[in-house]
């Protein structure tokens, strides 16, 4: 157990809908990051928070966005969904902004029908 | 080119062999450098992390980098059964989020 919760586990839903999904880093860790893995595109880094503040953007599209609340636990809405953003997306954690180790959570499997 | 090259496989080796994986990588600025092990549809778990060129060891794991080569492994001794995961590469420059390999199948047949 690496100490970083994700909710849902798993969530299904239709094309053009919106869903949220919550990570709660590991006690302490102030940087937080978001990935999607889909079968054919392996780990793709989408967006990172520090201390509640935007740290850097990878591949996300417009129709995603991610937030840091106080307590350090972050979200990560999606919007207008369509079939291709069924994936499994995960939340990482990690104490510091730079250097590089990072903690990942169990993963949310998101199905869009 | 990808910043990172990894074999997808799958490597399929006998219960009790040594395993060797691998990555290259482009970026030169790269300095931290890790290896994850990641089940079906599970979270990545981190193994192993290195700072720079060197060795590190942790039990049946270890860990080499060259960065003269940007060349990167990971060694498994007398692999097991559980030891059948996706092997991840992936590094960082410390700027930037991690970079991740595509990532190798190994199967390890009892």
């Known amino acids: 157990d690496s100490g970083v919760t994700q909710t849902p586990k798993h969530l299904i839903t239709a094309t053009g809908q919106r869903v949220t999904l919550r990570c709660s880093p590991r006690?302490?860790?102030?940087?937080v990051y978001w990935y999607q893995q889909s079968l054919d595109q392996g780990l793709q880094f989408l967006i990172q928070y520090y201390n509640g503040e935007e740290r850097a953007k990878g591949n996300i599209l417009e129709r995603f966005s991610a937030q840091q609340f106080p307590d350090l636990h972050s979200e990560l809405n999606l919007s207008s969904l369509e079939l291709g953003d069924s994936a499994l997306y995960f939340c990482a954690s990690s104490v510091a902004t730079s250097n590089g180790e990072q903690f990942f959570g169990p993963g949310t499997r998101l199905t869009v029908l | 080119q990808k910043e990172v090259e990894q074999d997808p496989g799958p490597l399929s080796v006998p219960e009790g062999a040594i395993v060797s994986l691998n990555c290259t990588y482009s970026n030169s600025a790269f300095q931290y450098f890790m290896w994850y092990r990641q089940y079906s549809r599970k979270g990545p778990e981190l193994l192993m992390y290195?700072?720079?060129?060197g060795n590190k060891e942790d039990g049946r794991f270890t860990a080499q980098v060259d960065k003269s080569s940007k060349y990167i492994s990971l060694f498994i001794r007398d692999s097991q059964p559980s030891d059948s995961a996706t092997y991840l590469c992936a590094m960082s420059s410390g700027r930037r989020a991690l970079t991740f390999g595509s990532g190798t199948r190994l199967q390890v047949q009892p």
């Open positions: 006690s302490g860790d102030l940087s």
């Open positions: 290195t700072y720079s060129s």
